[in-house]
């Protein structure tokens, strides 16, 4: 054998060549021949065609109306953003004190009470009794002589409960007035008894109204329409009543109103107007206001005098409840009556200075701003809202801090 000989590399043309060869038997041109075996040494299953999980971007969930917050961080106004959150903490409190006052003797079997999660307005799959526990100053549990455990009012729930009927008692016309300004407001001048009746709470409105209906002959009237829905109506028109919140308060603060709301001329950008100027234009916008005591239903839908009206009757129905403010289930209630659109959320948005949003797109509270001061309290503060913030506290407070504020002598 020769020492000295060595292999000769192959040249490129004989290395093209080659490929040419692979490329016209191993890989035909048709796509239905099948590979051969000698073309796995081709294969490509090596590189990487996807993206590792752990290298990808994660993409942001879009938030569901039912959880994403109206209000961004800058804007929150935390008083209202409180009250909201008051009203989650007690929900249990005002729904069971609603549903107990109607049961038979004010007591209900704590097995049935499990079951109406809905009605009393605890988490559904909780314990009931782990509500009822947390206020012991408002409800109390026993066990009945067959054996079987219920719960009702404490004796001191009993006295507010009292207290409250008197507070009902004593501004019974006040209500009848409210109800009159409501009636005066809707289309024909007539509201289903049934909406009135489900929104009593929000008016500060007696269970029990619907049976004095009939001790004020000369202001309401019910009708049984043909599938048996009770409607009470208007039978006279006051002129006195018809005279909106907004309009007594433009007489006593002309310039405070003409910059409560915000119907902007579209002009275009040539004019180069002055803030000033352009104040003074969408002033003609503004005003006149138009009454919510007028026939909204007469105007054509989609013109500025029609939103202008749908902006009043918000701003009075708000100044017309207990707490200057209205959940989405309240406001859509009056809908048909109040000639009212399927754009009310968009519209409130557009007129920030009157209307505060909290709460989320699918269940937002509207409050008028007018109604609270600065420190976030009612400027005016029915005898109910006390009641209620009365009873708050009770609710709040455990049994020995009862006996120790009962000791000292000291008020709630």
Known sequence: MKQGLRRRPPSIAAVMALFRFLSTTVFPSKPQYVLSSSAAFYSTSFLITKTPKKFRKKRKKKESPRTKSIQTQPNLIRHFENILHRDAHFRFLTKTKEFLSKQREQVLLLDDAGKLHQQLGFPRGRKVLKSILRHPLVFQTYRHSDGKMWFGFTDLMEDLLREEREIEAKSELHKVDVVRKLLMMSVNKRIPLSKIYHNRLLFGISEDFRDKIANYPNYFRVVVEDDGKRILE??????????????KEFMADEEKVKKAFRFPVKHGRKLELELEDERKLNLLNTLPLVSPYSDGSKL????????????????????LTL????????????????????????????????????????????????????????????????????????????????DCRTEQGCGV
């Open 323 to 402: 707490e200057k403010r209205a959940y989405i289930h309240n406001v859509v209630e009056f809908k048909e009556e109040f000639s009212l659109t399927k754009h009310t959320y968009q519209m409130l948005l557009k007129q920030p200075r009157t209307f505060y949003l909290a709460g989320t797109q699918m269940n937002w509270c509207v409050f008028l701003k007018d109604g609270y001061g600065e420190d976030g309290e009612l400027v005016d503060k029915d005898a109910q809202v006390a009641f209620n913030e009365k009873l708050y506290k009770y609710a709040d407070m455990q049994e020995s801090e009862m």
């Open 300 to 319: 054509d839908l989609w013109t500025l005098e029609a939103e202008k009206y749908r902006v009043g009757i918000i701003h009075e129905f708000l100044s």
């Open 234 to 247: 208007l039978v006279n028109w006051d002129d006195s009543l018809a005279v909106s919140a907004l309009e």
